[in-house]
């Protein structure tokens, strides 16, 4: 199966903080990279989709201005949360595209905002 | 669009027990299967998954599922469960493109 490696696992930052999430698929060409957020005790939310070289696309009800997505490379993509809440504290997880006959994941980032 | 049922949220098992976590679905077209599980601040990891064939998936951890279709269900199960079986378990569908999550069933196992 493919490898996603995503970083940071842990992050705590201070309110009004930015923080930068990384994802890279190391043995797969992701055209396309799915952003789920987690909230505990819950399943997988869709956040976004990033597609290489052009612009994500977002679930309804998913600010983009905050959410900042990059995808500049078929290797990686980014998630950046930008002035960050207490509300935003959540379990972010990447997962390369295109999804086909099965989905791989990354280990996730815990994002605790204070 | 496809849609996911786990009506269980929780399931606590004896350890050495079977045990079966339900899952049903809905959709308008043919779908593939999976079910996922995850361990506390982890990612999620493929136990098994129904493509085509033989309707009777076996996976890793001995875990294994049987796509229904006529019942569109396709149920999760394990003939004798683990203490290091306590996780989060999803089921998933496909149309081959976009994915759907079940809410999860968090399986505990007790000593």
């Known amino acids: 199966g493919a490898v996603v490696s995503q970083h940071p696992s842990r992050v705590i930052c201070k309110s009004g903080t930015s923080v930068k999430i990384e994802c890279r698929s190391l043995d797969f060409q992701a055209t396309t990279m799915f952003w789920y957020r987690q909230f505990p005790k819950q399943s997988l939310m869709l956040m976004a989709t990033s597609n290489e070289g052009s612009k994500a696309t977002y679930e309804q009800g998913v600010e983009k201005d905050k959410f900042l997505i990059n995808h500049a490379s078929l290797t990686l993509s980014t998630l950046t949360v930008t002035s960050a809440h207490p509300e935003d504290s959540s379990f972010y997880i990447c997962?390369?595209?295109?999804?086909?006959?099965?989905?791989?994941f990354g280990q996730g980032t815990r994002l605790t905002v204070v | 669009a496809q849609s996911v049922t786990q009506l269980d949220s929780q399931v606590p098992v004896f350890e050495e027990a079977p045990v079966e976590l339900r899952c049903n679905y809905s959709s308008s077209v043919s779908v593939y299967l999976f079910w996922y599980v995850q361990y506390p601040n982890q990612g999620l990891q493929l136990l098994l998954k129904?493509?085509?064939?033989?309707?009777l998936v076996k996976g890793i951890n001995g875990f294994e599922a049987e796509f229904n279709k006529s019942q569109t269900s396709f149920h999760l199960r394990k003939p004798s469960v683990h203490i290091s079986d306590t996780a989060e378990y999803f089921c998933?569908?496909?149309?081959?493109?976009?994915?759907?999550f079940g809410p999860g069933t968090r399986l505990s196992v007790l000593p």
């Open positions: 129904y493509l085509s064939g033989s309707t």
């Open positions: 998933a569908v496909s149309d081959g493109q976009n994915f759907v």
């Open positions: 997962s390369p595209g295109p999804m086909n006959t099965e989905a791989f």
